[in-house]
């Protein structure tokens, strides 16, 4: 059966701006028939458990339910090594020994989109890999060896969108799976063929639904909703004054999430009843705590 999902990384309690990317991905999910997984992503080693079960209790606060028990991606390495396994098996996979510093001082070809990576290390012969390996001192990531420049991905909101899809990494030098490649496998072994989330995520999206497409997963339907950003145009932090749960309060921070929509439902089901996809804003809500 198909879903939706959140997926939080726990590295700070969810603010105002999180808890309504989340109540916009369940009422994506709700109004669809779907399921809603809640997703715990916390493969960074900048996360934390407490803050994750925190997270957890801050979402089932304001009302959300999800149809299974929330998953961490700590608790599936071998749904990342297997995939990884398979595009190696495939010759798709090659060793990478640079550096962010190296890839932004490397020569471009003049067609190669702003951004992407050089290709520095792709065609290297094994003599050249073993010297990398000895002149660098540390494990090489793996980069997927893609055959595409851009590709483009149909979004909810914002229509089609064509992005850079170059060699990225799907496994990191010290051995934790890349971010692309987790969320990638994951939705595929949960059954999410919806994907919601905030639009800061867009460009990831061409490399997430190439990748799904080497794996011959399904591409999820995808809708990238409108950020919440501070007085002076930033993402939301601390300094911002009340923005967590705890500060805000849940009946408050259901009341501001419901009129930054446009609604006047004071709970996440008076929300469903007034959900329209069409209607959604499309420029960020300024939040102003008081």
């Known amino acids: 059966m198909s879903a939706g999902r959140f997926a939080p990384s726990p590295s700070a309690d969810l603010h105002i701006g999180n808890l309504r990317t989340a109540v916009l991905a369940w009422l994506f999910a709700r109004s669809t028939g779907r399921r809603f997984l809640l997703r715990v992503d916390d493969l960074d080693d900048r996360?934390?458990?407490?803050?994750?079960?925190?997270?957890?209790?801050?979402?089932?606060?304001?009302?959300?339910?999800?149809?299974?028990?929330p998953e961490w991606q700590t608790q599936h390495p071998q749904r990342y090594a297997a995939a990884i396994e398979r595009l190696?098996?495939?010759?798709?996979?090659?060793?990478?020994?640079?550096?962010?510093?190296d890839i932004l001082q490397a020569p471009r070809a003049p067609h190669a989109p702003q951004?992407?990576?050089?290709?520095?290390?792709?065609?290297?012969?094994?003599?050249e890999r073993a010297a990398r390996r000895e002149q660098t001192g540390r494990p090489p990531a793996l980069r997927l060896r893609t055959?595409?420049?851009?590709?483009?991905?149909?979004?909810?909101l914002h229509g089609d969108y064509t992005g850079i899809v170059d060699d990225f990494v799907v496994r990191r030098g010290d051995g934790v799976p890349a971010y692309n490649l987790a969320v990638v496998v994951d939705d595929a072994a949960q059954g999410v063929d919806q994907v919601v989330r905030?639009?800061?995520?867009?460009?990831s999206s061409p490399r997430q639904a190439y990748l799904a497409k080497v794996l011959g997963y399904?591409?999820?339907?995808?809708?990238?909703?409108?950020?919440?950003?501070?007085?002076?145009?930033?993402?939301?932090?601390?300094?911002?004054?009340?923005?967590?749960?705890?500060?805000?309060g849940v009946e408050r921070a259901l009341r501001q999430i419901s009129e930054s929509l446009g609604w006047t439902a004071t709970d996440?089901?008076?929300?469903?009843?007034?959900?329209?996809?069409d209607r959604l804003p499309k420029r960020p809500w300024i939040y102003r705590p008081d």
């Not at 055959?147 to 909810?156: A, E, M």
Request: charged share 25%.
């Open 268 to 277: 996440v089901n008076g929300m469903l009843a007034e959900f329209d996809a």
């Open 218 to 248: 399904p591409e999820p339907i995808y809708a990238h909703v409108a950020l919440v950003l501070n007085e002076d145009g930033a993402r939301l932090a601390k300094r911002d004054g009340a923005v967590t749960l705890a500060e805000i």
């Open 115 to 127: 951004g992407a990576y050089p290709g520095t290390c792709r065609d290297l012969t094994e003599a």
């Open 88 to 101: 190696a098996e495939r010759g798709l996979l090659y060793e990478c020994y640079c550096s962010r510093k």
């Open 147 to 156: 055959d595409v420049i851009t590709y483009t991905v149909h979004d909810v």
């Open 198 to 203: 905030g639009d800061d995520l867009l460009p």
């Open 47 to 69: 996360t934390f458990t407490d803050i994750g079960h925190r997270q957890i209790a801050d979402l089932a606060a304001i009302g959300l339910t999800w149809d299974a028990e």
